[in-house]
């Protein structure tokens, strides 16, 4: 599976907790993730998903993204705004599996070499990141086939539907 786009970082690099990714006054009011999706990363940047995010982008992050609470609309959010994946030097387990169960990959990547607005491509199936503003690439762990099937069906949830049950291979 290969991604583009261009990469969209925040001034807070690290410790973007879920609040930050959907803000607590959306969470319970709001049901549709479509509309939901308007409001992601809101708190860090009013314009983010109105003005500054397009279709395909990466969110890239430092340390402890989506810390916080585990409820799945902070993964639901950012895949409902047509972010490809997110991209962080490390992530909070219930996240990270979340991400996965929606069908949202989580990448983890030295990031500090990524830019604002770099344009981004990730190679899922070779674990590698291009960046073909900078001309550079960076090793990432391949994802294990388990992970690339769920995400390949859209999640947890439609791989069952799609399949009948849980089944890899």
């Known amino acids: ?3 583009n786009g261009k990469a969209r ?3 807070q690099n690290d410790d973007i907790n879920t609040d930050y990714i959907i ?3 959306y969470k319970f009011k709001i049901q549709d993730p479509n509309e939901l999706a308007k409001h992601v990363m809101e708190d860090l940047d009013p314009d983010f998903a109105t003005k500054r995010l397009e279709k395909g982008d990466f969110i890239v992050a430092g340390r402890n993204f989506g810390c916080g609470s585990s409820r799945e609309q902070a ?3 950012i895949k409902y705004a047509g ?3 997110v991209i962080a030097k490390s992530f909070a387990r ?3 599996r ?3 169960n ?3 990959p989580a990448i983890e990547a030295d990031t500090d070499s990524i830019d604002e607005g770099d344009e981004i491509e990730v190679d899922l199936n070779a674990g590698l990141i291009k960046n073909k503003t900078k001309n550079q690439e960076l090793k990432i762990a391949p994802l294990p086939k388990t992970m690339q099937t769920l995400l390949a069906d859209g999640g947890l949830v439609e791989h069952f539907k799609k399949h009948g049950g849980f089944k890899l291979g």
């Open 75 to 77: 993964p639901m959010s």
């Open 1 to 3: 599976m290969i991604l």
């Open 102 to 104: 929606l069908g949202l």
């Open 94 to 96: 219930i996240f990270y």
């Open 23 to 25: 803000s607590g006054r």
């Open 98 to 100: 979340n991400s996965f």
């Open 9 to 11: 970082k925040f001034k």
């Open 83 to 85: 972010v490809s994946a």
